[in-house]
T-cell receptor
Framework: KQEVTQIPAALSVPEGENLVLNCSFT??????LQWFRQDPGKGLTSLLL?????REQTSGRLNASLDKSSGRSTLYIAASQPGDSATYLC?????????FGKGTMLLVSP | NAGVTQTPKFRVLKTGQSMTLLCAQD?????MYWYRQDPGMGLRLIHY???????AKGEVPDGYNVSRLKKQNFLLGLESAAPSQTSVYFC???????????????FGPGTRLLVL
């Protein structure tokens, strides 16, 4: 059974810092890996999707990397802003469904 | 487009009562999903559907039933609610992925359910 772990569970940083969120998974037989953002009381919004054959994806200040063989992914956020405060979820796609991690709660203070 | 909508937004039930959560999507997506999100547990898949008239069990299906009579709607039913079903329920929908265009799930805003 696939298990997805996210570290740290919570992170508090001052505005402007660069930061890294970590995601690890136990079964490397995945089709892709996604990073989602969830604001309090809201649904999930997809940020980045990395295919199993890819090493990284970038969108604006976000960069996600994937090392499938070691079962690891990182989400790098450059020059963090208070508007980045949210919970970030990592999810891996197996044969038919997504398996989610428990998320990292990020707080960026002005 | 409204995207994925969920009804109701919030509901309080007594143990043993029944209810149906409605998910609707206007993106003509084939696939639809029901998840529950609990503190410290992350999102877990309850049931999913890969097309009208089809359903399949996910990771935590016990105590729930689903129906997909119309392509745009996916209903989640609780026949006899239990306090353990207190949770936030999310619906999602997507197109099937291809080798060129991977599947991306679009999520609704969630339904908060409290079972007393």
């Amino acid at each position: 059974k696939q298990e997805v772990t996210q570290i740290p569970a919570a992170l508090s940083v001052p505005e402007g810092e660069n930061l890294v969120l970590n995601c690890s998974f136990t079964d490397s037989a995945i089709y892709n890996l996604q990073w989602f953002r969830q604001d309090p009381g809201k649904g999930l919004t997809s940020l980045l999707l990395i295919q199993s054959s890819q090493r990284e994806q970038t969108s604006g200040r976000l960069n996600a990397s994937l090392d499938k063989s070691s079962g690891r992914s990182t989400l790098y956020i450059a020059a963090s802003q208070p508007g980045d405060s949210a919970t970030y979820l990592c999810a891996v796609r197996g044969y038919s469904t997504l398996t989610f991690g428990k998320g990292t709660m990020l707080l960026v203070s002005p | 487009n409204a995207g994925v909508t969920q009804t109701p937004k919030f509901r309080v039930l007594k143990t043993g009562q029944s209810m149906t959560l409605l998910c609707a999507q206007d993106m003509n997506h084939e696939y639809m999903y029901w998840y529950r999100q609990d503190p410290g547990m992350g999102l877990r898949l309850i049931h999913y559907s890969v097309g009208e008239g089809t359903t399949a069990k996910g990771e935590v299906p016990d105590g729930y039933n689903v129906s997909r009579l119309k392509k745009q709607n996916f209903l989640l039913g609780l026949e006899s609610a239990a306090p353990s079903q207190t949770s936030v329920y999310f619906c999602a929908s997507s197109y099937p992925g291809t080798s060129l265009i991977p599947e991306t799930q679009y999520f609704g805003p969630g339904t908060r359910l409290l079972v007393l």
